[in-house]
């Protein structure tokens, strides 16, 4: 069952049907009204036939300093081999603000004290505008945010991660109800007061975009969030520690046949060592199951993982590697961790994103802990020799909505803000966003890079602020010269076989009852996997999810398919 490589395709001011599916449900229910607040209802088909005029117009914003490799972005970013020398400001002269804005984010790094002097030089290099963020647990953060917006109690604005937004059945209504209509201040030719935004694109801003009538997109379609980070290449890595498999003399697999020998040889339990850590995303792929949503179009039906032969092949490999011990036995609990178990040797191989392969050798070579640490990322895996497949991102990572009691001016403020956010590497703005204040938060080293001091790790690494105001007008590969190129020449190697969720571009709200199944069908899955119930077990309980929601569901994605082909 082939799947395409699917990539965003969107044209000047049309939104080509996409990024407007919003609350999606079975064909032949009602459709919602436009009038005052939006109800659940049953849901409806929110399309796009007409062409648009809120989108802001594309206006190149050139790189102030060329990268030293150059790819094809989003899913091959470009990259710089040495730390590019912060150039002038890429905001010359930023809009002069004196109000003061209450931003929600999680946060998973320390939190600054309200009244460090970071706070004070990035309001005087923005204009005087003040940021103040409240930044929350990270794991408590996308249920709370729930409440915080049905109760109108999340400051000025707040960040969701696109998969937060499933925690609200109505996320649609919400928006509409809740967060403010940016339409008015965005639509047109912004570049002159935000070069930076208007430089975002047509993907990231069409993204962006909910309609309050679904009868009637093209008079009620607004854009209602400063889009986040435009996802691209391939979405997650399966990492491994090379200099334990060669230290093992083994080879790295290239299938999946490959990784249970390579598995069985290394994993020794009375020694304390497992070969394998989670699994459960990454190796999707290796079996030829579709990413994002699950349902794919084959040719003559719209199909979904679960009902499909090889989804019966990853639950079979899944437990499999569970029955012959070669899985951590902390992986599925909270006391799983990943990052600690591989960094340990106790974990060959290990699931994760691209920080991962950055970050820990970087951690392991400032402490000088283990010389010939090496950690690596494996290519596609193939299942019975069949053809490679990388799962790739999609779509914006979120979006920063702002409050729907926001005067205009006070908007146009907080889009002057996140238009200096948006700044790329290489500029002023975007090394004061990651690493501070120099002489404060960080030193620069022999090659100019900047360093973290004592006070920087205690208070501004990894600490999720001004990162949220807005997506980088194009993200930018940048670090230790080699770990640059090998992820390059990675994404480069993936680009072939990369493939997308064939509804990356539809906002769809699965039928009453569908969201419920898929829950009681995982379970039933993770009591197979872990060894609850029998293997034979799957083929009950894909009739019961196919009975109670999917077949719902299905209906639901074939008429977004026509939709989006034009039908």
Request: hydrophobic share 40%; net charge negative; charged share 20%.
């Amino acid at each position: 069952m082939a799947n395409d490589v699917k990539t965003s395709a969107l044209r000047r001011r049309t939104v080509l049907r996409t990024g407007l599916l919003g609350s999606v449900c079975a064909a032949g229910l009602p459709l919602l009204s436009g009038c005052g607040e939006i109800s659940g209802g049953e849901g409806s088909v929110q399309t796009l036939n007409a062409e648009l005029d809120i989108l802001p117009e594309y206006v190149e914003w050139p790189l102030p300093t060329q990268p030293d490799l150059v790819g094809e972005p989003p899913d091959h970013p470009s990259a710089y081999l040495t730390y590019p020398s912060p150039v002038p400001k890429a905001v010359p002269e930023p809009h002069g603000g004196s109000g003061t804005y209450r931003v929600y984010v999680p946060n998973w790094g320390p939190a600054m004290a309200k009244d460090d002097p970071y706070y004070d030089a990035m309001a005087e290099a923005m204009g005087g505008t003040r940021i103040e963020f409240v930044q929350n647990d990270p794991n408590a953060y996308t249920e709370a945010s729930v409440q915080w917006i049905k109760a109108q109690e999340f400051g000025d604005a707040i960040l969701l991660f696109s998969w937060m937004t499933g925690a609200d059945a109505n996320f649609d209504q919400t928006v509409v109800n809740r967060f403010a209509n940016l339409s008015e201040v965005l639509a047109g030719d912004i570049s002159q007061r935000w070069p930076l935004l208007a430089g975002r694109g047509d993907a990231a801003w069409a993204a962006s975009v909910w309609a309050a009538d679904p009868e009637n997109p093209a008079e009620t379609s607004g854009i209602y969030g400063i889009p986040w980070t435009l996802n691209g290449g391939p979405g997650n890595g399966f990492f491994y520690r090379a200099d334990l498999l060669r230290e093992a003399g083994l080879e790295v697999p290239t299938t999946v046949e490959e990784l249970l020998e390579v598995a069985r040889a290394w994993t020794d339990d009375p020694a304390g060592r497992w070969a394998i850590g989670g699994t459960d995303y990454m190796s999707r792929a290796w079996f030829r199951l579709a990413p994002g949503s699950g349902w794919i179009w084959d040719g003559s039906a719209m199909v979904h993982n679960n009902e499909r032969s090889e989804f019966a092949e990853w639950v079979a490999f899944q437990r499999q590697i569970r029955e012959e011990g070669l899985v951590h036995p902390s992986v599925g609990t909270p006391e799983f961790d990943g990052k600690a178990l591989q960094r340990a040797g106790q974990v060959l191989l290990d699931q994760d994103g691209w920080a991962r392969w950055t970050d820990m050798p970087a951690q392991v070579a400032a402490t000088g802990e283990n010389p010939d640490f090496d950690l690596d990322v494996l290519g596609p895996l193939t299942f019975e020799g069949r053809e490679p497949m990388y799962h790739g991102a999609g779509g914006v990572a979120g979006w920063l909505f702002l409050s729907n009691q926001l005067e205009k001016e006070q908007i146009e403020e907080i889009l002057d803000v996140a238009n200096w956010c948006a700044a790329p590497s290489g500029t002023v703005e975007a090394e004061m966003i990651t690493y501070g204040i120099e002489g404060e938060h960080f030193e620069r080293g022999d090659d100019g890079r900047p360093q973290f001091t004592e006070a920087g790790i205690a208070a501004k690494q990894d600490s999720f602020a001004f990162t949220a105001m807005s997506g980088m007008v194009q993200n930018l590969l940048e670090g230790p010269a080699e770990m640059v190129q090998r992820r390059f020449d990675f994404h480069a190697s993936v680009l072939p076989v990369l493939v997308k969720d064939q509804f990356e571009n539809a906002r769809v709200t699965a039928p009453a009852g569908a969201s419920e199944a898929g829950t009681v069908f995982d379970e039933k899955v993770n009591d197979i996997i872990s060894g609850r119930a029998e293997l034979s077990s799957l083929e009950d309980a894909v009739a019961a999810w196919k009975a109670d929601g999917g077949d719902a569901t299905r209906a639901v994605y074939d008429e977004v398919r026509k939709t989006l082909e034009g039908q």
